[in-house]
């Protein structure tokens, strides 16, 4: 059984950082692409960055420059390095992983952007 379980969320001011970790367990996590998406309130939820096998990356416009996609292959895990928050990066965050063609989230982690 596939498991994806975000931490590293918090309230931070803007212009700070966070990264937020995806701990994943139940798959041959190197072999797969992972993701991060998502949903602030009252929105639906959209993409964010992803990061292949292979290590290439991929963002949404809106982040780029700020967010960094990257991968531990030993510890199974996914991380989103957040920098220079804005207050529109509020919402709860997401990773992904489509594995034998079914997409398995996590519960997600909660980032607020506020003074």
């Known amino acids: 059984q596939v498991h994806l379980v975000e931490s590293g969320g918090d309230l931070v001011q803007p212009g700070g950082s966070l990264r937020l970790t995806c701990t994943t367990s139940g798959l041959n996590f190197r072999l797969f692409a992972m993701n991060w998406y998502r949903q602030a309130p009252e929105k639906q939820r959209e993409y964010v960055a992803s990061i292949t096998a292979a290590g290439l990356t991929n963002y949404t416009d809106s982040v780029k420059g700020r967010f960094t996609i990257s991968r531990d292959n030993v510890y199974n895990r996914v991380y989103l390095q957040m920098n220079n928050l804005k207050p529109e990066d509020t919402a709860t965050y997401y990773c992904?992983?489509?594995?034998?063609?079914?997409?398995?989230w996590g519960k997600g982690t909660q980032v607020i952007v506020s003074s």
């Open positions: 992904t992983v489509t594995y034998r063609s079914r997409n398995y």
